[in-house]
T-cell receptor
Framework: DVKVTQSSRYLVKRTGEKVFLECVQD?????MFWYRQDPGLGLRLIYF???????EKGDIPEGYSVSREKKERFSLILESASTNQTSMYLC?????????????FGDGTRLSIL | AQSVAQPEDQVNVAEGNPLTVKCTYS??????LFWYVQYPNRGLQFLLK??????LVKGSYGFEAEFNKSQTSFHLKKPSALVSDSALYFC????????????FGAGTRLFVKA
């Protein structure tokens, strides 16, 4: 089974801090994604990476950046945390092998910015 | 532009009764459709997908989904609901034009009463 691991389940930070969320997948997947999940809004794509050192902005990239130095690891960075970034953050990965594969998700990081 | 609509925020059903969770979509090309389930404090788990072929797709935990091209719908169904099916369900769509993005619906919360 594919395993997507997010480093923290719960995180509390202060406004203005630089925050790092880490995600590791163990199945050599090419694509990786960061979403935020808010009630009533579903999942919104922040950034995705289609391969190592490759990244593309999603729908809500403002205030975020990402890093993918190794294939298995995709990091989300909040440059200067603000209270409106309090949310559930979900990482996902997907293989390009075989047609139209689903995404595999981590258990999420619930981030609170005080 | 791609879009997904889940018209019901919540669905209530008695245990043993059939359940339906509705989803409609809009894409430019041919659709790839997915259903995911999310249990409390967990990430999303893949249930089933429609790529092409049979309009009735069978998935995990006894769930199935019916694809209707003329109505652009992909409703999730189960013949006999279990209390343990209570969770948040997401419909998602991607088209076949080669993009990386998957669009998720806002989610439907299913309550199964004993």
């Amino acid at each position: 089974d594919v395993k997507v691991t997010q480093s923290s389940r719960y995180l509390v930070k202060r406004t203005g801090e630089k925050v790092f969320l880490e995600c590791v997948q163990d199945m050599d997947h090419e694509n990786m994604f960061w979403y935020r999940q808010d009630p009533g809004l579903g999942l919104r794509l922040i950034y995705f990476s289609y391969d190592v050192k490759m990244k593309e902005k999603g729908d809500i990239p403002e205030g975020y950046s990402v890093s993918r130095e190794k294939k298995e690891r995709f990091s989300l960075i909040l440059e200067s945390a603000s209270t409106n970034q309090t949310s559930m953050y979900l990482c996902a990965s997907r293989t390009l092998q075989g047609p139209r594969q689903p995404q595999h998700f981590g258990d999420g990081t619930r981030l609170s910015i005080l | 532009a791609q879009s997904v609509a889940q018209p019901e925020d919540q669905v209530n059903v008695a245990e043993g009764n059939p359940l339906t969770v509705k989803c409609t979509y809009s894409v430019s090309g041919n659709p790839y459709l997915f259903w995911y389930v999310q249990y409390p404090n967990r990430g999303l788990q893949f249930l089933l997908k429609y790529i092409t072929g049979d309009n009735l797709v069978k998935g995990s935990y006894g769930f199935e989904a019916e694809f209707n091209k003329s109505q652009t719908s992909f409703h999730l169904k189960k013949p006999s609901a279990l209390v343990s099916d209570s969770a948040l369900y997401f419909c998602a769509v991607r088209d076949d034009t080669g993009g990386f993005k998957t669009i998720f619906g806002a989610g439907t919360r299913l309550f199964v009463k004993a």
